[in-house]
């Protein structure tokens, strides 16, 4: 089977993601733990199905809701970092993390949609929203 990067570190940034949960649920903060522990792993279980797809639709379809997981991620990483629950030192590689699938992501998806027509593009939108 051929390795992908984005798989991979989506992977690991899933792991992350659940010692991170782990951490803030030993802290009370279930909302925030269930949100990072649901938006984290969300992402590399939406680029495993995109990596099975039987078409460019679908898989370009999969890989925009794992971009839109990872920019939620991104934004509830953030929030923990700012509202000080856990350590900027804790929060930053994570971030980082996300920050560098966010740029992957995005350069995936932006290809991804070049390669098809408009009209394939508009009908996929619809699909996702």
Known sequence: ?????????????????????????????????????????????????ALASISRREFA??????LKEARETHYWLRLVRDSKIAAEKQIAPLLDDAEEILRILSAIVKTSRASQSPATINSQLKIIN
Request: with cysteine.
């Open 1 to 49: 089977m051929k390795s992908s990067i984005v798989k991979d570190k989506s992977y690991t940034f899933a792991l992350r993601a659940l010692t991170l949960g782990k951490a803030l649920r030993d802290r009370r903060e279930y909302e925030l733990a269930g949100q990072i522990i649901r938006a984290g792993t969300s992402i590399g279980a939406n680029i495993e199905e």
């Open 61 to 66: 379809a999969k890989m925009c809701i794992a």
